[in-house]
């Protein structure tokens, strides 16, 4: 599931800065989806549909990791809620890792920090997904 795509900005002859989606899945577990680059409105179609792709797998817990993310802005974070929103749905726990300092300031600025869970790496998040099956 991994796929990189560029796209024209809206500005005739201006590449946007690409945006990276990785997947992995740890079996059994979760679903790690890899955020890499400027995630804006160029992107949005890609990342939608990147994560609705994560969904649709079913994992018991969706990762979401923002360690790579350049750039995020009100379309990232449109399809952020959109992707907790459907994993509830799903019965998905969604979290997300690594949130660079610019994602979180919009996490927080926005009031949204409080619907997400928030870790600070995969490993840790990977780590809470084994104590609970203990």
């Known amino acids: 599931m991994s796929t990189r795509r560029s796209f024209r900005s809206q500005n005739p002859g201006v590449l946007a800065p690409l945006l990276r989606v990785t997947a ?15 995630a804006d409105h160029d992107q949005r179609r890609h990342l939608e549909a990147a ?39 799903a019965a998905i726990e969604l979290l997300l890792a690594a949130p660079t300092a610019q994602a979180r300031r919009l996490l927080e600025i926005t009031g949204t920090d409080e ?13 809470d997904a084994g104590a609970e099956a203990r």
């Open 24 to 38: 992995f899945t740890v079996p059994g577990r979760a679903v790690v989806v890899r955020l890499d680059g400027d």
């Open 51 to 89: 994560l609705s792709r994560a969904v649709a797998l079913r994992p018991p817990r969706l990762m979401i990791d923002l360690a790579g993310l350049g750039f995020c802005d009100c379309t990232c974070l449109n399809a952020l809620l959109g992707a907790r929103l459907a994993a509830q749905a």
């Open 115 to 127: 619907l997400f869970t928030v870790r600070p790496s995969v490993c840790a998040a990977l780590g």
